[in-house]
Every structure is written in structure tokens, then in C-alpha cells.
């Protein structure tokens, strides 16, 4: 059973539009959401991440939306560059109490494709 | 400064044959997952070490895999007697350990077992 999914394989996005990555998740345990974007043939490299104590967390571009009342989280892309062309997966994990994080429970990824 | 690294970056196997593969964390780093992603799929966790404390093999689909890591820092993650559907590309990361530290990964291991 997916504790995370990403329903969309794939989004195609007009360069200069706003991208929007969807993530639902069903483990209510899961107080720590990342995003990661991964280039072919290269591990995936951090793109931002949000407690579960907020509802929004911004940098640059990115901005990450959590509704944790639907067990749903979302990245905006603004705008969109030709640059940001990859597959995001959205992660989640538990964080223990003395310190560190389970191993993050991932989705399939969306694969995000930036027309000029 | 230098991230992890993975190594052998591909790797060839005939089914039923052992493989090592190879993870060097960040210097410093605590904590140390291993990942795999099979072909259309999510990365999907395998097991978490952190410092010295036992690892969490919860993710370890078979006995057929091990890890372990030595002196805190380089890791090998074993697989026993491959299996064709063990073909995946295998993902290290580390962190420093703290809760809101997110994971750096390496480039990967794309293991094929024919």
C-alpha cells in the first residue's frame, strides 16, 4: 500500500507559467514532507521540505503548500524555467524523538516537462 | 566540499551471484540510508544507520540483504544470490542526524542482474 503518491507521471508546463506538483499521503504519523528533483543518471538532490507545525514554506521560486486536514501537500514552481525539467518526488518521513528521521517514504515522482 | 559517493556506478551480475555495492557518506555526516528505485518506481527505503546505535533494517526486502557500516562512515550494502528482480538502481544518502536535516544522495548504482 503507497503511503505516498503522486498521481500525475507526468506535467507538461509553459515556460514563464506556474507549475503545480500534487502529493497526498495516508500515514498520519508523517510530521516532515521534502521534495527532491532528480536529473537522469544523477541521485536526487533537495529542493525544500516543511514541518508539519506550518502550512507553507517558501524559497525562491519554490513554495510548498501542506494541508494536513486532507493528508495533502503541493509544489508551485514560479515561474517555470526550462532548467526545471526533471522528475520530483515528494518524500515524508517520521522524525524521532531523540533525534534523526526514519528513512523517507517516497512517491513515484512526476516527471515535470518545461515547453518554451 | 565533497558529497557521497557510490561506486561501482554500474554494475553487471549473473543471477545467483553475490554484489557489494559501495556508499561513502558526506565526512561528518551520522546518519546513512541506502535506497533502490526500480525501473517506474519511487525510491523505496531499505535501511538507516545512525551513529552507533543498531541500524533499521526494517526496509530490507529479503535475507538476501545485508548492510553493515564500518567505523561510522563507508557502508556496503550486500546482496546475496541475486535475483533478476533485484535489478534496480541502489541510492545512498547521509545526513547530519538532526531531525530537519534533509538527505544527500549519491549518483546511484545501477545493478542489472541478467
Known amino acids: 500500500d503507497q503511503q505516498v503518491k503522486q498521481n500525475s507521471p507526468s506535467l507538461s508546463v509553459q515556460e514563464g507559467r506556474i507549475s503545480i506538483l500534487n502529493c497526498d499521503y495516508t500515514?498520519?504519523?508523517?510530521?516532515?514532507f521534502l521534495w527532491y528533483k532528480k536529473y537522469p543518471a544523477e541521485g536526487p538532490t533537495f529542493l525544500i521540505s516543511?514541518?508539519?507545525?506550518?502550512d507553507k514554506n517558501e524559497d525562491g521560486r519554490f513554495t510548498v503548500f501542506l494541508n494536513k486536514s486532507a493528508k495533502h501537500l503541493s509544489l508551485h514552481i514560479v515561474p517555470s524555467q526550462p532548467g526545471d525539467s526533471a522528475v520530483y518526488f515528494c518524500a515524508a518521513s517520521s522524525r524521532n524523538p531523540g533525534g534523526g528521521a526514519d528513512g523517507l517514504t517516497f512517491g513515484k515522482g512526476t516527471h515535470l516537462i518545461i515547453q518554451p | 566540499g565533497a558529497g557521497v559517493s557510490q561506486s561501482p556506478s554500474n554494475k553487471v551480475t549473473e543471477k545467483g551471484k553475490d554484489v557489494e555495492l559501495r556508499c561513502d557518506p558526506i565526512?561528518?555526516?551520522?546518519?546513512l540510508y541506502w535506497y533502490r528505485q526500480s525501473l517506474g518506481q519511487g525510491l523505496e527505503f531499505l535501511i538507516y544507520?545512525?551513529?552507533?546505535?543498531?541500524?533499521?533494517k526494517s526496509g530490507l526486502p529479503s535475507d538476501r540483504f545485508s548492510a553493515e557500516r564500518t567505523g561510522g562512515s563507508v557502508s556496503t550494502l550486500t546482496i546475496q544470490r541475486t535475483q533478476q528482480e533485484d535489478s534496480a538502481v541502489y541510492l545512498c544518502a547521509s545526513s547530519s542526524g538532526l531531525p530537519e536535516d534533509e538527505q544527500y544522495f549519491g549518483p546511484g548504482t545501477r545493478l542489472t542482474v541478467t
Open positions: 500515514n498520519s504519523m508523517f510530521d516532515y
Open positions: 516543511i514541518s508539519s507545525i506550518k
Open positions: 565526512s561528518g555526516h551520522t546518519a
Open positions: 544507520f545512525q551513529g552507533n546505535s543498531a541500524p533499521d
